[in-house]
């Protein structure tokens, strides 16, 4: 007997107007750019007719905006889900302008660097993926045989991906496939997970140079910027 097939895809949020380059990491204040917010209205169009039929979403409003003009094309309304949260850091409020010279200039930093498998600079990458899985299951539940969206952010979805396809953690920003509103979408079978699929229903709305993640002091500081 086959299966029920339920698909959850993990939405990157939009492009955040963030002109002093600050790591803003949880902090609230932070919404969408006017490219942000057509990056989601295309998010809709592309993806608005599928059979959608739950969404969960950050409670960051980068992420409620985005998932703001999807939600509406479906007629859903948004679980706000703190487990799908950006992961915590300690470089957090600082501004990365200047790049490199940001950590080095703060020997006090320095320490934050010394284990980038764990990392030892923010939440440890094993309790972002048991986290995001947690939403992910949920998801399915709530959508079986249909189709969820939980929108994220770059880190955790990244995270999550690593996870499923039993990648190692350490890597560098830079090698992400995680660009602006990309899907990462989760195909199940069952509760088996079969297939892990990326889009990019927005990528060419992404400015030349932003579809890699910004100087991030060896993994640290590159979630989020743009």
């Known amino acids: 007997m086959s299966q ?4 959850v895809h993990l939405l990157r949020h939009g492009e955040v107007h963030n002109p002093q380059g600050v790591l803003y990491g949880r902090r609230d204040g932070f919404h969408l750019s006017d490219l942000g ?3 989601a209205q295309r998010v809709a169009a592309e993806v608005g007719d599928r059979e959608i039929v739950h969404m969960r979403s950050s409670p960051l409003e980068r992420a409620q905006e985005t998932a703001a003009p999807l939600a509406e094309a479906r007629g859903l309304s948004p679980v706000l889900d703190p487990r799908v949260l950006e992961s915590s850091n300690v470089f957090e409020g600082l501004s990365f302008g200047e790049g490199a010279w940001t950590i080095v200039k703060r020997p006090h930093l320095w320490h934050h660097l010394r284990n980038p498998l764990k ?3 923010g939440e440890p990458y094993d309790e972002i993926a048991a986290r995001m899985m947690a939403a992910v299951h949920d998801a399915r539940e709530a959508a079986e045989g249909a189709e969820a969206v939980i929108v994220s952010h770059q880190l955790p979805i990244w995270t999550t991906r690593l996870f ?3 990648r190692s953690y350490l890597h560098h920003p830079k090698t992400r496939q995680c660009t602006l509103c990309s899907l990462t979408s989760i195909v199940f079978e069952g509760d088996r997970v079969k297939q892990v699929r990326y889009s990019e229903p927005a990528g060419d709305l992404i400015p ?3 579809r890699s993640a910004p ?3 060896g ?3 590159e979630e989020e910027r743009p």
């Open 215 to 217: 100087f991030s002091a």
């Open 208 to 210: 030349v140079g932003d």
């Open 119 to 121: 990392p030892s600079w």
């Open 164 to 166: 499923l396809e039993k």
């Open 219 to 221: 993994g640290a500081a």
């Open 37 to 39: 917010n057509k990056m």
């Open 4 to 7: 029920t097939e339920t698909i």
